[in-house]
């Protein structure tokens, strides 16, 4: 149905369904309490040789609601221009995911954005990867964002493939398993023990429906919340869904310590 210029369809859907709706297909994954969780889970990775890249990871869980799947096969020219600027949206390639479908990822929230450029910075500084005539940043485009940490050096991730079943039949998705359990572990260790590679996704959607965000921005920032047809051609304002994360996170330090 048309809408007369400059009038915005009304959602009428309750923001909360989506959430709900999103806990129900992800049951094992719990959802942070407090941006206070949050703190001390960012100030636990902020440690060791791997700080960097580990702080820049739980962003992107948190801040672009990545799988943690997804996210360990992003390379530096999804995030990054080949004249070096890190990007605002980037996209999320379909065979990244493990629904085998493309999709926009937001890389707008301001710590998430500093993590980033912290974690090239330490990868120039200990020469992974880099390009041969400076541009992404100064890495190779075709590596991949992030690294596994093997003595004194950064290599390639591992991944191993997992199959399951769906109603189109059999499927198959890469799985990077040494990022699971590490960020498993890690929310365990900071109390959070419903934690798994998925609650960033979750706990993010949970706190923006709970902050009274609009429908339709908490659907851009997900992807597929929602199994409506209709809900694939919402175009909402980007710009809403950058003010709505950084007013979420606001209170978050970028390390989860004051620096």
């Not at 959430?19 to 902020?46: D, F, P, T």
């Not at 699971?180 to 949970?206: I, P």
């Not at 997900?222 to 919402?234: F, L, P, Q």
Request: one cysteine or more; hydrophobic letters at 35%.
């Amino acid at each position: 149905m048309p809408f007369e210029k400059g009038h915005k369809p009304v959602r009428r859907r309750p923001v909360s369904d989506a959430v709900k709706r999103l806990e129900a297909s992800r049951k094992g994954a719990g959802k942070i309490e407090s941006k206070a969780q949050l703190k001390h889970i960012l100030a636990n990775a902020n440690r060791g040789e791997t700080a960097e890249r580990n702080v820049a990871l739980i962003w992107f869980l948190f801040g672009s609601l990545t799988r943690i799947g997804e996210t360990c096969q992003l390379l530096v020219k999804d995030v990054f221009t080949k004249s070096g600027e890190l990007k605002s949206i980037f996209r999320m390639r379909a065979d990244y995911t493990k629904t085998n479908q493309s999709r926009d990822c937001a890389l707008v929230l301001k710590q998430q954005r500093q993590a980033v450029l912290r974690w090239r910075d330490k990868r120039i500084a200990d020469k992974a990867m880099l390009s041969v005539d400076g541009s992404y940043g100064g890495l190779n485009g075709d590596s991949p964002l992030f690294l596994a940490r093997s003595g004194k050096r950064w290599v390639t991730l591992s991944f191993n493939v997992k199959k399951y079943q769906t109603q189109d039949g059999q499927k198959e998705t890469l799985v990077c398993s040494s990022m699971e359990n590490y960020v498993r572990n890690l929310f365990k260790s900071c109390g959070f023990k419903q934690g798994s590679s998925h609650s960033g996704r979750k706990s993010t959607a949970s706190l923006l429906s709970d902050a009274g965000v609009d429908y339709d921005v908490i659907q851009m920032a997900i992807g597929h919340v929602s199994d409506d047809m209709t809900d694939t051609y919402i175009i909402p304002d980007p710009q809403r869904l950058t003010d709505a994360l950084n007013n979420l996170y606001k209170s978050v330090p970028p390390l989860g310590i004051k620096e």
